[in-house]
């Protein structure tokens, strides 16, 4: 976006969390879509007489990333209290880390307008989450609210990053990384619409080759990659707005209104000192054994970068393409096992790209959650090569698949879809087609050759879809031309 002579300083905080059956403190379950406040004990509520009891998988877990992101893992960390009165945090106050993170000073690689860009991750901390609230409508109108308490306890990790973004579209590439690292490390499952993935942007503006920062706004609980481009974007034009009227920008939190494609004031920025943060007296520091991180870091997958660089050296393929399969690590494992099955790279990329990618948006589907095999896909593509199915029969083929998921053999059977390939069988249709036609004949043979193109057509149309094209063409050209 445009921003004259003002340029955007833009850093995220994002809160996933973890994928964990139970609960950062007690043994409540994490379960998303249960009833409203089934899933609580007196822990995750924080009444008074209970002790938290720390979860050692989210611990393994935010080593894991720290190290994905390129941290510093912590020998000695700790947790502390952060008091705040909400009505989503019965305890008010919220179990969390402060200067004592687990992780602290990594990066991650994003690839702007073709060059590489580094974001630097300030600390990643682990936390609990609050509890829900459940609006009629948005917040700014909501006639009342209800508690949902099921979330209170559920872990997080708060990936905050350095203010090293300059525009809506960086901040954007930045968390849509992030979001590939932790499916790739398989630590959270970064349903952003259910909230397991969302972030606060951090946003001002100041005149461009300024050294110091302007005033920021923070926008909370953004919850997808078009609301977080689009908030920012309105931000950003305001921010320059209220400095060209010579208008001050007030440091507060402010809230995404979809509805109306606008920013709106919810309260004033708390700083540290408002939080009167204290070391949590009924949790022990955390002492991190060197030969358990060795141990984690041991174990760590291929990660999106990597994987990137083996598809365009081991199958040739574009970075784009590459790009696109890495996204996600249901993707990639798609891929690769397609690869076990057929060896044409790049057709089986652009399969995935363009009719797998589009069936998934239509039905609103992941890839781990739909019918379709690898296996049936590369059957399909084999049929296509042996001329038993044509390209555009495959379509249809492939759309029976992903929806039934039966193998295509099956959906070419049970449709009668078997490509004609027999000249003998295919002359005589050709042959009526021609001498039905007469004036196109003709006007082909005074060099119309899109006269041809209609009797093709008349053929495919005759025999359904199901005549080989290429054969049709050579049987109609050598009858048109032989008289024959």
Same mark, same amino acid.
Not at 82 to 105: T, V
Not at 210 to 226: A, D, M, V, Y
Not at 367 to 372: R, Y
């Given at each position: 976006?445009?921003?004259?002579?003002?340029?955007?300083?833009?850093?995220?905080?994002?809160?996933?969390?973890?994928?964990?059956?139970?609960?950062?403190?007690?043994?409540?379950?994490?379960?998303?879509?249960?009833?409203?406040?089934?899933?609580?004990?007196?822990?995750?509520?924080?009444?008074?007489?209970?002790?938290?009891?720390?979860?050692?998988?989210?611990?393994?877990?935010?080593?894991?990333?720290?190290?994905?992101?390129?941290?510093?893992?912590?020998?000695?960390?700790?947790?502390?209290?952060?008091?705040?009165?909400?009505?989503?945090?019965?305890?008010?106050?919220?179990?969390?880390?402060?200067?004592?993170?687990?992780?602290?000073?990594?990066?991650?690689?994003?690839?702007?307008?073709?060059?590489?860009?580094?974001?630097?991750?300030?600390?990643?901390?682990?936390?609990?989450?609050?509890?829900?609230?459940?609006?009629?409508?948005?917040?700014?109108?909501?006639?009342?609210?209800?508690?949902?308490?099921?979330?209170?306890?559920?872990?997080?990790?708060?990936?905050?990053?350095?203010?090293?973004?300059?525009?809506?579209?960086?901040?954007?590439?930045?968390?849509?990384?992030?979001?590939?690292?932790?499916?790739?490390?398989?630590?959270?499952?970064?349903?952003?619409?259910?909230?397991?993935?969302?972030?606060?942007?951090?946003?001002?503006?100041?005149?461009?080759?300024?050294?110091?920062?302007?005033?920021?706004?923070?926008?909370?609980?953004?919850?997808?990659?078009?609301?977080?481009?689009?908030?920012?974007?309105?931000?950003?034009?305001?921010?320059?707005?209220?400095?060209?009227?010579?208008?001050?920008?007030?440091?507060?939190?402010?809230?995404?209104?979809?509805?109306?494609?606008?920013?709106?004031?919810?309260?004033?920025?708390?700083?540290?000192?408002?939080?009167?943060?204290?070391?949590?007296?009924?949790?022990?520091?955390?002492?991190?054994?060197?030969?358990?991180?060795?141990?984690?870091?041991?174990?760590?997958?291929?990660?999106?970068?990597?994987?990137?660089? $083996? @598809?365009?050296? /081991?199958? +040739? *393929?574009?970075?784009? !393409? =590459?790009?696109?399969?890495?996204?996600?690590?249901?993707?990639?494992?798609?891929?690769?096992?397609?690869?076990?099955?057929?060896?044409?790279?790049?057709?089986?990329?652009?399969?995935?790209?363009?009719?797998?990618? $589009? @069936?998934?948006? /239509?039905? +609103? *589907?992941?890839?781990? !959650? =739909?019918?379709?095999?690898?296996?049936?896909?590369?059957?399909?593509?084999?049929?296509?090569?042996?001329?038993?199915?044509?390209?555009?029969?495959?379509?249809?083929?492939?759309?029976?698949?992903?929806?039934?998921?039966?193998?295509?053999?099956?959906?070419?059977?049970?449709?009668?879809?078997?490509?004609?390939?027999?000249?003998?069988?295919?002359?005589?249709?050709?042959?009526?087609?021609?001498?039905?036609?007469?004036?196109?004949?003709?006007?082909?043979?005074?060099?119309?050759?899109?006269?041809?193109?209609?009797?093709?057509?008349?053929?495919?149309?005759?025999?359904?879809?199901?005549?080989?094209?290429?054969?049709?063409?050579?049987?109609?050209?050598?009858?048109?031309?032989?008289?024959?």
């Amino acid at each position: 976006m445009p921003t004259g002579r003002y340029e955007a300083v833009i850093g995220l905080e994002v809160h996933a969390e973890l994928r964990t059956d139970s609960k950062i403190f007690c043994a409540c379950s994490t379960r998303f879509g249960a009833e409203p406040n089934t899933q609580v004990c007196p822990i995750c509520t924080g009444m008074p007489g209970v002790l938290p009891v720390l979860n050692r998988k989210v611990v393994e877990y935010a080593i894991k990333t720290g190290l994905a992101l390129n941290c510093e893992i912590a020998e000695f960390s700790k947790f502390d209290r952060k008091n705040y009165f909400y009505p989503d945090l019965p305890k008010a106050y919220q179990i969390s880390q402060y200067d004592l993170p687990i992780c602290r000073n990594g990066y991650i690689d994003i690839e702007v307008e073709g060059r590489k860009k580094r974001v630097g991750i300030t600390r990643v901390h682990m936390e609990e989450d609050a509890g829900k609230l459940l609006h009629q409508g948005t917040i700014a109108s909501t006639p009342y609210s209800l508690v949902d308490l099921n979330r209170s306890g559920v872990p997080l990790l708060e990936i905050v990053s350095e203010p090293d973004m300059r525009s809506p579209a960086e901040a954007r590439l930045y968390m849509e990384k992030l979001r590939s690292i932790l499916l790739f490390l398989g630590v959270s499952d970064c349903r952003m619409e259910e909230g397991s993935l969302r972030c606060d942007a951090n946003v001002s503006v100041r005149i461009q080759g300024q050294q110091g920062f302007g005033t920021k706004t923070e926008i909370k609980n953004l919850n997808s990659f078009k609301a977080l481009e689009r908030a920012l974007e309105y931000e950003i034009k305001r921010q320059i707005e209220l400095l060209e009227d010579d208008e001050s920008v007030i440091q507060e939190t402010r809230t995404w209104d979809e509805s109306q494609q606008a920013t709106l004031s919810m309260r004033s920025k708390e700083e540290a000192q408002d939080y009167r943060y204290f070391p949590d007296p009924d949790l022990v520091p955390l002492i991190i054994d060197r030969g358990w991180v060795e141990e984690v870091r041991s174990s760590l997958p291929e990660l999106p970068d990597a994987a990137r660089e $083996r @598809l365009m050296r /081991q199958f +040739n *393929l574009p970075e784009y !393409d =590459a790009n696109l399969l890495t996204m996600t690590k249901d993707t990639l494992d798609f891929f690769d096992e397609c690869m076990q099955y057929y060896q044409d790279a790049k057709t089986v990329s652009n399969w995935i790209m363009g009719e797998l990618s $589009r @069936l998934l948006n /239509q039905h +609103n *589907l992941e890839l781990k !959650d =739909a019918k379709i095999k690898p296996a049936h896909l590369t059957e399909m593509l084999k049929m296509i090569d042996s001329g038993q199915i044509s390209g555009k029969m495959a379509k249809t083929v492939f759309e029976e698949m992903f929806v039934s998921g039966k193998s295509p053999e099956t959906v070419v059977r049970e449709k009668g879809m078997v490509q004609i390939s027999d000249e003998a069988a295919l002359e005589p249709v050709i042959a009526r087609i021609i001498a039905e036609n007469s004036g196109v004949v003709e006007d082909y043979r005074k060099g119309k050759e899109k006269a041809f193109g209609f009797l093709v057509g008349q053929v495919m149309k005759a025999t359904r879809g199901q005549a080989n094209p290429k054969v049709v063409n050579d049987i109609l050209r050598r009858m048109l031309v032989d008289g024959q």
